[in-house]
């Protein structure tokens, strides 16, 4: 099967693709993560050499962000943005919180969707969550708190534009198709089932894919989950990368500098976030094995063309808050301070309306999709 080309038979029905679908090519939620624990595993991996680690943490670029809670010790919460700088960077493509707490090494991530719909501060009231960015990583970090009652300590935002030789520099990733799969859109080709070594291009075509289609019995079928479904991905993607960071670079001095040569340079953080912090990020990460991310997604109600906005996923506060609590135990105590804002039942935005679709809570992995080899 030729890269790129539709499978024998599909249609553009097949894939359900309309003009505006189309148009709304995101980053993938995940990678923001992979390349955040690649960086600091990475500079860990550089050993004894603090000169070196002190001159790539030097070369990150900083933003001062006011909003951010002051860490107390014990737990802390890092808001991971991604965007590929679109359209001057105005939406986070990808939103996910990292809470790590040092004393025990553990990291738990907590995925936001896209078009969570939120009271956005600064802009007069509620919007995707994913616009906050055009106000800058202040308004995005106190939406977040004023939104979802998380206290952010730390700010990390990461460019996309190095991600396919940032994969290179891995040697590639590996994963375990058990089926063969496609997506026209973001020009997956995956034409045999079994362990695959992707390269660059064919690492982030699965991670954008929006439109995975699989073989069954040799009919293609185009993956029911929506966008959820490419969050499990995007997780057995992380999970790959973890393998394989450890596998092929912690102990390759060139191919560690190739590497974070290849990242560093599409960070920002916050002029808080020194070297110590960096490095109790990625000791905790590195003490992850594949198959130990603990990973949760905040439950949503599907709502279609909600006015001017468009499609939207509207919060389910008590789902919500019952996921943040889950995912604030899975690593620790919450930190000592309260979040600035209030819970997420009192946002102006929580309220789903009547008539809404489905709430999605499902993060169970599909037979058809891909898993670490």
Known sequence: MARGAPPPGATSATYGVSRRASRRRRWPKRLVVSLCVLVVLALVGAGGAYAYLMYRVGQIPRVAVPALARSTGGPFNVLLVGSDHLNGGRRADTMVVARVDPSTQRVALLDIPYDYFATVVGMGGPNKISDALGGGPQAMVATVEHDLGIPINHYVQVGF??????????????????VPAYDKM???SVPTAGCQTLDGTQALALVRSRFYTYDENGSWQQTPTGDFGR???QDAFLRAVLQRVKASILGDPLRLNSFVSAVVHDLTVDKGL?????????????SLGGSSLTTFTLPTQIVNTYGVYGDVLMPVPSLDRATIASWEAAVGAPPPTGAPGPPPSASAASAPPAG???IVTNRTTPPFDPRPC
């Open 356 to 358: 809404g679709g489905s």
């Open 161 to 178: 534009s190095g991600v396919v030789n940032v994969v290179n520099a891995l040697g590639g990733v590996q994963l375990d198709f058990p």
């Open 186 to 188: 973001s020009g997956l």
């Open 231 to 233: 969050i499990k991905r």
């Open 274 to 286: 020194g070297t110590s912090t960096l490095l109790q990020m990625a000791e905790a990460f590195r």
